[in-house]
């Protein structure tokens, strides 16, 4: 007897995915749990049962959007090459990242714009960045301890590669037109490794 589905992990991913559309589409505020509800072909009921309010699926959907970066950096830990090409990698993919998430550009501003007045949203990505900074710095010290980098404070050096990866996203939002997005970012870490990186002569 074959095992059964898991109905309810299945029907929460298409909620979610339902959700970004609408979002990307018509707005966060523009949407309402009746739309989602025909969307996805259940009544507001059940739509309540899986989700319990419109700010819940948005925390379950900022979940999804932000997981994979996090999980990324948390790999290359493990990585046997050097620091300075992980972090390359790891630059390479983010940019990567932001190209195919084009069609989400409106969305991706307005969670950002949210979370100036969403205590919640504002929770999520605070809690968020202090765990991306944090594996960052892991990551910097391994390249310490390697005898890779100079003398250094890895948590400034995570908190200066946060704002790189986040100032840029912030800036592609604002234009997201070709502007070789790879090329600047990788450009941006090569002066840094430069500063920090011990100089095999």
Do not use: C
Not at 141 to 148: T, Y
Request: net charge negative; aromatic share 8%; hydrophobic share 45%.
């Amino acid at each position: 007897m074959s095992p059964r589905r898991d109905v309810r992990v299945e029907r929460t991913a298409q909620i979610i995915e339902a959700a970004t559309r609408l979002f990307a589409q018509h707005g966060i505020d523009q949407t309402s749990m009746d739309m989602l509800a025909k969307t996805v072909g259940m009544s507001k009921g059940v739509l309540y049962w899986y989700f319990e309010s419109k700010d819940a699926i948005i925390l379950a959907l900022l979940e999804q959007l932000f997981n994979q970066p996090l999980l990324e950096v948390q790999a290359l830990l493990q990585a046997p090459e050097s620091t300075a090409q992980r972090l390359t990698q790891l630059t390479t993919n983010l940019a990567a990242a932001l190209e195919e998430l084009h069609s989400l550009v409106p969305l991706a501003q307005e969670l950002y714009a949210l979370s100036a007045r969403n205590n919640g949203v504002q929770s999520f990505l605070a809690s968020y960045f202090q765990r991306y900074r944090a594996s960052l710095a892991a990551l910097i010290q391994q390249g310490l301890e390697r005898g890779e980098f100079s003398s250094i404070n890895p948590e400034q050096i995570a908190w200066h590669l946060a704002a790189l990866y986040e100032g840029s996203t912030v800036l592609w939002l604002l234009e997201p037109t070709p502007q070789r997005l790879t090329e600047q970012l990788q450009a941006a870490l090569l002066l840094l490794l430069k500063a920090i990186v011990v100089r095999q002569d």
